[in-house]
Structure formats: structure tokens, C-alpha cells
């Protein structure tokens, strides 16, 4: 089993910046390929960023978010990252952190077998 708190969500003003926090626990963290997915109201869940576990942690991110969101990882502290700039309204959503198996990442929700429980982003024009 692993568990995943996000945390760090908030109000920003558009062009501003935030960090989200993901902490893991239960299974080894370093052998988890994690990813990062939102869902905005009345949206279906869409895929942002993900980082290999493996293969000095190659990142993929969504067309929306590449140049201005960067994810990372602390293995030593069994967390995630995800540091976003240049926030727009559009960003509004509930974040996801999730995890999976594998050698690798992937864009698609349902190869993810833990999720968090959300935190909210919110970006004011």
C-alpha cells in the first residue's frame, strides 16, 4: 500500500507561482513513478507532469503546462513536487498526486494505482 498527501494548494494571483507537495508513504518511494493529474470543474481529469523513478527521473509534461510548471523528486523525503509558474486562471483545478508501478510513467489516469485526496488551486485574473 502507499499513501499520498498533497499539500500547498492555495490562492494566487494570475502570473504568480506555487509549489505542491506530494509525501508518500508505505512502499519504497524511490522505485514509484509518480505523476501529477487536475481536474477543473465540470472537466474530466486531465494529466499535467510525471517523473520516472528510474533513469535519473525523466520528466513529461502536459502541452498546458510545459515551460512553466517543473516536477521533481526527494527521494531521501519520500516527495513530489511540482513547482508552477506563471499561473494562469485556466490552472484553477483540484491537483492529484499519484503513483505507480512499472518502469516507467504515463499520461493515462487509470495505469495510476494510488491517489491522493486533492488539493485545490485556485487562480485569480
Known amino acids: 500500500q502507499v499513501q499520498l498527501v498533497e499539500s500547498g494548494g492555495g490562492l494566487v494571483q494570475a502570473g504568480g507561482s506555487l509549489r505542491l507537495s506530494c509525501a508518500a508513504s508505505?512502499?519504497?518511494?524511490?522505485?514509484?513513478?509518480m505523476g501529477w493529474f487536475r481536474q477543473a470543474p465540470g472537466k474530466e481529469r486531465a494529466f499535467v507532469a510525471a517523473?520516472?523513478?528510474?533513469?535519473?527521473?525523466?520528466?513529461y509534461y502536459g502541452d498546458s503546462v510545459k515551460g512553466r510548471f517543473t516536477i521533481s523528486r526527494d527521494n531521501a523525503k519520500n516527495t513530489v513536487y511540482l513547482q508552477m509558474s506563471s499561473l494562469k486562471p485556466e490552472d484553477t483545478a483540484v491537483y492529484y498526486c499519484?503513483?505507480?508501478?512499472?518502469?516507467?510513467?504515463?499520461?493515462?489516469?487509470?495505469?495510476?494505482?494510488?491517489w491522493g485526496q486533492g488539493t485545490q488551486v485556485t487562480v485569480s485574473s
Open positions: 499519484a503513483a505507480r508501478f512499472g518502469v516507467m510513467w504515463s499520461t493515462y489516469d487509470y495505469e495510476y494505482n494510488y
Open positions: 508505505g512502499r519504497a518511494f524511490s522505485t514509484l513513478n
Open positions: 517523473i520516472n523513478w528510474s533513469g535519473g527521473g525523466s520528466t
